[in-house]
């Protein structure tokens, strides 16, 4: 079955760090670009940054609000794709998504994983 | 950044009658070598991931019932529930896929009258 599994969310202390995954099944991860979003809770949704396919170097791209804190990688061997997140914010609480994009559209997601950063 | 901005910001409309959700970017989103305008249409209903609904400003995604449809280019777009069923009851986002960061519109909530 294709489909996405995001996994890793948990409360955190600020300024703490959390390692999130998204297991992909059905298809390689590495064909295609992978995506995260967040949505903070009774908020609308934000882009948080994208790893391309292997085909593209796998250039990593990051929304603003995260860039330097957040990275994205990929482990080929085992058809995950992580979001690592450092120095975490109390505006960084939110359900993490992770999405497949083909063709400047993201049609596959997971169901999500709750981040809570809090003290 | 591209801004999108979504209006209403809420919609209550009676089951059987027309939906229109309207979304304008701060910038154009057409791709010239593809002539296509890079924006697709979410509905997310409470507790679900976004469901992606329209692409490519109308292109509707396989699945989707065909009361649904977009229109629009450019700047300007519109979405359209020609007849709402109850089951349509949800927020729906539009999104910019043309230029990093990919940004959403902020939601327009949509509800049974």
């Known amino acids: 079955e294709v489909q996405l599994v995001e996994s890793g969310g948990g409360l955190v202390q600020p300024g703490g760090s959390l390692r999130l995954s998204c297991a992909v099944s059905g298809f390689n991860a590495n064909g295609y670009y992978i995506h995260w979003v967040r949505q903070a809770p009774g908020k609308g949704l934000e882009w948080v940054g994208r790893?391309?396919?292997?085909?593209?170097?796998?250039?990593?791209e990051y929304a603003a609000s995260v860039k330097d804190r957040f990275t994205v990688s990929r482990d080929d061997s085992k058809n995950l794709v992580f979001l690592q997140m450092n120095s975490l914010k109390t505006e960084d609480t939110g359900v993490y998504f992770c999405?497949?994009?083909?063709?400047?559209?993201?049609?596959?997601w997971g169901r999500g994983t709750l981040v809570t950063v809090s003290s | 950044d591209i801004v999108m901005t979504q209006s209403p910001d809420s919609l209550a409309v009676s089951l059987g009658e027309r939906a229109t959700i309207n979304c304008k970017s701060s910038q154009s989103v057409v791709h010239y070598s593809h002539n296509e305008s890079y924006l697709n249409w979410f509905q997310q209903k409470a507790g679900h991931p976004p469901k992606l609904l329209i692409y490519?400003?109308?292109t509707r995604e396989s699945g989707v019932p065909d009361r649904f449809s977009g229109s629009g280019s450019g700047t300007d777009f519109t979405l359209t529930i020609s007849s709402l069923q109850s089951e349509d009851v949800a927020v729906y986002y539009c999104?910019?896929?043309?230029?990093?960061?990919?940004?959403f519109g902020q939601g327009t909530r949509l509800e049974i009258k």
């Open positions: 490519w400003a109308s």
């Open positions: 790893i391309s396919d292997k085909g593209h170097s796998d250039t990593k």
């Open positions: 999405s497949r994009e083909l063709s400047w559209r993201c049609g596959l």
């Open positions: 999104q910019q896929h043309y230029r990093i960061p990919i940004t």
